[in-house]
């Protein structure tokens, strides 16, 4: 992966030109760039889903006008770079409370954070809701929303400084994952019954464990994993509990609109806040591709063009 100047581009009937002031590095982009991905580019290609920037050009009949704050949910040419070339449906207006940094930290964290949520668990308020690894993107905006809407959340990190954002982010409840007994802490936290939801980023090291800490019709949903690994069924038979995978790219066009309007709501109110944990120069992408894949994550890193 290199920085090279390649030609301007120039935008169709329904697309739009953004200067990208900031773009987001999520693990997705580690793994589609080393070819470990179910989706592989045709190369060469431009890394990146998420940024945030203002609009200079646009194509016949779009609405969106030059000179708008906005944040991107994709882009056709990739947004590690100066511009990005959009369909207009992959851009969003950036609420002014936000800095292009956190508007670059919010479709791939926020969008899957609350498909997770809504459309694959269908959490409810009032229900308990546990975010295994919440101290980095997803799991930040996972909490912020979980707690929102007046879910009960518990969240893990695996350092001091995380479980501290955690907390400050809106969980009632903040473990240790590198503790022996912390899922144990989780029964007696919720009095022996167990949590309604599980939002889970690292699958192949947790899942047999969450399933033992579900309550009766309990969900996890698994939003990542590195690998393969074995469960006992049995734990999902006794509590009828269910395990639900999702890719974020796979969410249907008007599902991603109703999550896009929803989460413009948050960040328009305040209950919604990126954190921007790490920001690196754009030169030095492969860098950020090296902290993306390290534990202890810490908010959302984000390239500066």
Do not use: W
Request: net charge neutral; aromatic share 4%; glycine share 12%.
């Amino acid at each position: 992966m290199r920085l090279e100047e390649i030609p301007d581009p120039t935008p169709a009937s329904m697309q739009v030109v953004v200067e990208v002031r900031a773009a987001g590095v999520n693990p997705v982009d580690n793994y589609v760039r080393a070819g470990a991905y179910a989706r592989k580019p045709t190369l060469p290609y431009t890394p990146g889903t998420d940024g945030a920037g203002v609009v200079i050009s646009v194509g016949d009949g779009v609405k969106v006008g030059v000179g708008s704050r906005v944040y991107l949910s994709g882009s056709i040419s990739g947004t590690y770079a100066k511009k990005a070339l959009c369909e207009v449906g992959q851009v969003h207006s950036l609420s002014d409370r936000l800095s292009f940094s956190q508007g670059a930290a919010i479709h791939v964290p926020y969008a899957t954070a609350y498909r997770a949520l809504f459309q694959r668990a269908n959490a409810r308020a009032g229900e308990t809701v546990m975010v295994h690894g919440a101290s980095g993107g997803v799991g930040v905006a996972s909490v912020q929303i979980a707690h929102s809407v007046g879910m009960k959340v518990i969240g893990t990190g695996g350092t001091d400084k995380g479980r501290e954002l955690i907390l400050k982010e809106g969980a009632e409840h903040v473990l240790d994952h590198n503790s022996p007994n912390y899922m144990d802490q989780v029964l007696e936290l919720t009095e022996g019954r167990g949590v309604d939801v599980i939002l889970e980023m690292l699958a192949n090291v947790n899942l047999g464990k969450d399933l033992k800490v579900l309550a009766q019709g309990g969900r996890v949903v698994v939003i990542g994993s590195r690998g393969s690994t074995q469960i006992d069924p049995r734990d999902t038979m006794t509590r009828d509990a269910a395990i639900l995978g999702m890719l974020l790219f796979n969410t249907p066009e008007p599902e991603s609109k109703v999550i896009h309007d929803a989460l413009a709501k948050g960040f328009e109110n305040g209950n919604l806040r990126p954190i921007v944990g790490k920001e690196i120069p754009l030169a030095e992408a492969p860098r950020a591709h090296e902290e993306v894949m390290k534990r202890g994550a810490y908010g959302k890193i984000v390239l500066n063009p």
